[in-house]
């Protein structure tokens, strides 16, 4: 699942892939509205992104990919 979050005052865009659904997704992202606190979330690899709450743009949730293979992709 592609994921970009807007970051406020930032010219660049966070991207990752999570194996998470898009609903697990929104809920993470709602529910750190809410408290105010920060949005954590691993990508494929196993790295984590955590974002305060309070500086987040946007949350895109694009379409389920597949995966990508070769040098024209």
């Known amino acids: 699942m592609e994921i970009k979050i807007g970051v ?3 010219a660049r865009e966070i991207a ?7 609903d697990d ?3 993470a992202v709602s529910a ?3 408290d105010g606190g920060v ?3 691993e990508d494929e ?3 984590r992104i955590i974002v305060p709450a309070d500086r987040i743009a946007y949350v895109e949730i ?5 995966r990508r293979v070769g040098f024209g992709t």
């Open 25 to 27: 997704i929104a809920q």
């Open 32 to 34: 750190a509205l809410a």
């Open 45 to 47: 690899k196993g790295r």
């Open 62 to 66: 694009g379409p389920e990919s597949a």
């Open 39 to 41: 949005l954590s979330l």
């Open 16 to 22: 990752l892939d999570s194996p998470l659904s898009p």
């Open 8 to 10: 406020q005052q930032s």
